[in-house]
């Protein structure tokens, strides 16, 4: 009252500009602690350092059951379950493996396939035809997934059909073919580091499975 309009303009405008600064740090908030107190929000940091050049063996992953994270969504698990299990086969844990295979052989074992899932695809059909050979869950997830799998030409797209026609399909022609065919292009997967090291070292594994065999 008794204010003159510019008076009223800049003190409307403080107002506004108040408004919008408790607005903001309101959402700051809840970025930094709801958000980021997410499972997704970890997994995605931890794939950056991977994508920084951070080995495997400095990360320190750890069960689902072990994170500071409060009931996590089945996606959210699934997600973090691409990063874990690559760090537990580059550990050799094969005993840590069995729950996230469970968990993710259950999930997608009732689920539609969807592209943004392949990862996930890929590392069931390379277990079941690695560390535990089963051929009905192998065969069902690799139907699943074919078109995608058999048109891609990165490494671990070649690691898994190797290992698939070798454990489970026992076509070591075939299993040959799709190794050196990996073998060729590891060098195109991914950036330098964890991830395309533990793809060359899984390849030279069933190269050396492969050659065993034949001495034997």
Request: glycine letters at 6%.
């Amino acid at each position: 009252e008794g204010a003159t309009v510019a008076e009223v303009f800049f003190g409307s405008f403080a107002l506004g500009m108040l408004v919008h600064n408790i607005t903001f740090l309101v959402l700051l908030i809840y970025t930094y602690e709801v958000l980021g107190k997410r499972l997704n929000v970890y997994t995605n940091s931890m794939v950056k350092k991977l994508r920084q050049g951070i080995p495997f063996e400095q990360m320190n992953l750890k069960p689902i059951s072990q994170l500071p994270y409060k009931n996590p969504s089945k996606l959210e698990k699934m997600m973090y379950y691409q990063l874990y299990l690559p760090y537990l086969i580059d550990r050799n844990d094969m005993e840590g493996l069995k729950d996230p295979i469970r968990e993710m052989t259950d999930f997608y074992g009732k689920r539609d396939y969807i592209v943004q899932e392949t990862l996930s695809y890929y590392w069931l059909i390379f277990y079941y035809s690695r560390y535990e050979i089963n051929p009905a869950n192998a065969d069902a997830f690799f139907t699943r997934v074919s078109g995608t799998l058999l048109s891609d030409s990165d490494s671990n797209a070649k690691r898994v059909l190797a290992y698939y026609y070798f454990g489970v399909k026992r076509d070591v022609e075939k299993a040959e073919q799709y190794l050196k065919e990996g073998l060729a292009v590891i060098d195109k997967f991914s950036l330098p580091g964890a991830e395309r090291e533990l793809e060359r070292k899984l390849l030279l594994d069933l190269e050396a499975i492969i050659a065993r065999n034949r001495m034997s």
